[in-house]
C-alpha cells in the first residue's frame, strides 16, 4: 500500500504473443472503495471498470480489486495489437503501465527419437563357417565366369560377322580391279599380234 495517489509495480511490463501478463496497480488507502479503471492511453471509451464486487472480466482481460490497497490487471492471451501505453486509476487518480507484446518464438519441431532393437552380436568367422559357405561361394564365382565368357563369345561373334560383311566388298572391289586391268592388257596385246600380222603379210607381198 502506498501513502497517497497511485503507482504500478512496474510501470513496464512485457510479453510473448499468446501468452499472459499481470500488471499490479498500487492505491492508497483513501481510494479503497473507488471505482478502479484500466484505459488504453488516448482512447477513454476502452476503459475497462470494477462493479460492486470489485472485479470484471471478459474474454481477453480480467480486473480483481482486493480492496486492501491493491487491484490486478491480466491479459488472458496478448495480441500483438495489445502493444500500447495504458492507465490504472482509482478516483482521479492515475498511473501509466507500458505494454509492450513480442513475437511469439518460432518452435523447431522436434523429432522423435526411434528406437532400435537390440541386435544379436555378430558371430565370428571361424573354419567351419567358412567351409559351409564354400560351395555357395564356389558355385557364385562359376556363374560369373560362365556369363563373363558368353559375353565375351557374342562380342567376338558380333565383331566377326562386321568384320567378315565389311571384308567381301572390299574383295569384289579387288577383284574387279584385277579384271580391268588384265582386260585392257588383252587388249594391248591383240592390237600388237594385229599389227604384226600386218606387217608380216607386207612383207610377203613384196617379195
Known amino acids: 500500500m502506498i501513502s497517497a495517489g497511485m503507482s504500478a509495480v512496474n510501470s513496464m511490463m512485457s510479453g510473448a504473443e499468446g501468452s499472459a501478463v ?73 498511473t501509466a503501465v507500458h505494454v509492450l507484446v513480442t513475437p511469439q518464438p518460432t518452435t523447431v519441431p522436434t523429432v522423435p527419437s ?22 555357395m561361394l564356389a558355385s557364385v564365382v562359376v556363374c560369373s565366369s560362365v556369363i563373363f565368357l558368353a559375353v565375351v563369345a557374342i562380342l567376338a561373334i558380333k565383331f566377326w560377322r562386321l568384320h567378315k560383311s565389311d571384308r567381301v566388298p572390299r ?3 579387288e577383284m574387279r580391279a584385277k579384271f580391268s586391268g588384265c582386260s585392257r592388257e588383252a587388249g594391248d596385246f591383240q592390237n600388237a599380234a594385229v599389227l604384226f600380222l600386218n606387217k608380216d603379210s607386207q612383207d610377203v607381198h613384196m617379195y
Not at 23 to 31: D, F, V
Open 114 to 135: 526411434q528406437s532400435f532393437p537390440d541386435l544379436p552380436p555378430a558371430k565370428p568367422i571361424t573354419r567351419e563357417t567358412w567351409s559351409s559357405h564354400s560351395p
Open 22 to 94: 499481470t500488471i499490479e496497480c498500487l492505491y492508497s488507502e483513501r481510494y479503497r472503495e473507488s471505482e478502479k479503471k484500466w484505459c488504453r492511453s488516448g482512447d477513454w471509451r476502452s476503459c475497462l471498470s470494477t462493479g460492486s464486487d470489485g472485479s470484471y472480466e471478459d474474454s481477453s482481460v480480467a480486473i480483481r480489486d482486493d480492496r486492501t490497497g491493491a487491484f490486478t490487471v491480466t491479459f488472458k492471451k496478448l495480441q500483438m495489437k495489445d502493444t500500447a501505453w495504458y492507465w490504472c486509476s482509482a478516483g482521479q487518480q492515475k
Open 171 to 173: 574383295d569384289v572391289e
